[in-house]
């Protein structure tokens, strides 16, 4: 009797641990860009925006955290999209929580390990009262100016979202929020990221947080992938 009830106690402890989880599919889109398309990267971005197409992620959101990642199958793994998650911007997968700004990203990077990369998420949107539908969801235009890091220094450049107000959840991909609604596009210079499925139909589960890989800062991560690409120049000179 006593295991009976035992197995009873966590069996309704895991029952009220679940929560209710939504979806969202988006795909990607590399579009043309005069810069890159004619820099030396040029036969390189010509492969990311032709087989953009076979690469999909998801946004797994309740009322408490968010999961956004890369989405396996719906012919993900067609064609040679390694060049279009390159350009993508998206590294692994991103976790955040409901009222916070902090995103735990965690990175498999084949050359410098597993982390758990912990970033802010400042943007500061700026609203406007332009509008469209996006699978039939009216949405609106939202801005903000972020700095983007690379080998050749910093840079602030715009990015835009068109959120939801229909669908008040304040997440995104990448982790990009605090809007009213869900954003339901995110473009980033050339690469959008769009919506193409939703399903609010709220399926039980969990959204678990990201505990594998060595965690670091932002800058931490940062200095790994300088001082790894130094040591790779260093090497083939």
Same mark, same amino acid.
């Given at each position: 009797?006593?295991?009976?009830?035992?197995?009873?106690?966590?069996?309704?402890?895991?029952?009220?641990?679940?929560?209710?989880?939504?979806?969202?599919?988006?795909?990607?889109?590399?579009?043309?860009?005069?810069?890159?398309?004619?820099?030396?990267?040029?036969?390189?971005?010509?492969?990311?925006?032709?087989?953009?197409?076979?690469? !999909?992620?998801?946004?797994?959101?309740?009322?408490?955290?968010? @999961?956004?990642? #890369?989405?396996?199958?719906? /012919?993900?793994?067609? +064609?040679?999209?390694?060049?279009?998650?390159?350009?993508?911007?998206?590294?692994?997968?991103?976790?955040?929580?409901?009222?916070?700004?902090?995103?735990?990203?965690?990175?498999?990077?084949?050359?410098?390990?597993?982390?758990?990369?912990?970033?802010?998420?400042?943007?500061?949107?700026?609203?406007?009262?332009?509008?469209?539908?996006?699978?039939?969801?009216?949405?609106?235009?939202?801005?903000?100016?972020?700095?983007?890091?690379?080998?050749?220094?910093?840079?602030?450049?715009?990015?835009?979202?068109?959120?939801?107000?229909?669908?008040?959840?304040? !997440?995104?991909?990448?982790?990009?929020?605090?809007?009213?609604? @869900?954003?339901? #596009?995110?473009?980033?210079? /050339?690469?959008?990221? +769009?919506?193409?499925?939703?399903?609010?139909?709220?399926?039980?589960?969990?959204?678990?947080?990201?505990?594998?890989?060595?965690?670091?800062?932002?800058?931490?991560?940062?200095?790994?992938?300088?001082?790894?690409?130094?040591?790779?120049?260093?090497?083939?000179?």
């Amino acid at each position: 009797m006593k295991k009976i009830i035992l197995l009873l106690l966590i069996y309704s402890s895991s029952f009220y641990s679940q929560e209710k989880i939504s979806k969202i599919d988006y795909c990607l889109v590399v579009g043309d860009d005069k810069e890159l398309d004619n820099g030396p990267l040029g036969e390189y971005y010509k492969e990311a925006k032709k087989n953009a197409k076979y690469v !999909f992620y998801s946004l797994d959101f309740n009322d408490i955290a968010m @999961l956004f990642y #890369e989405k396996k199958g719906m /012919n993900s793994e067609n +064609g040679n999209n390694a060049f279009s998650k390159a350009f993508s911007g998206v590294e692994g997968k991103y976790y955040k929580e409901k009222n916070s700004n902090d995103i735990l990203k965690e990175i498999d990077n084949k050359s410098v390990g597993h982390f758990l990369v912990k970033t802010t998420d400042n943007s500061k949107w700026i609203l406007t009262k332009e509008s469209k539908k996006i699978m039939d969801y009216l949405c609106y235009k939202a801005t903000a100016i972020v700095t983007v890091k690379n080998e050749a220094g910093h840079f602030k450049r715009t990015i835009t979202a068109w959120y939801c107000p229909k669908i008040p959840i304040q !997440f995104g991909p990448k982790g990009y929020g605090g809007l009213p609604g @869900l954003i339901m #596009e995110l473009q980033d210079r /050339n690469i959008i990221i +769009g919506a193409i499925k939703i399903d609010l139909k709220s399926k039980t589960g969990k959204i678990e947080k990201p505990q594998k890989g060595k965690r670091v800062n932002e800058q931490e991560y940062d200095k790994i992938i300088e001082d790894f690409s130094r040591k790779m120049n260093n090497e083939n000179k």
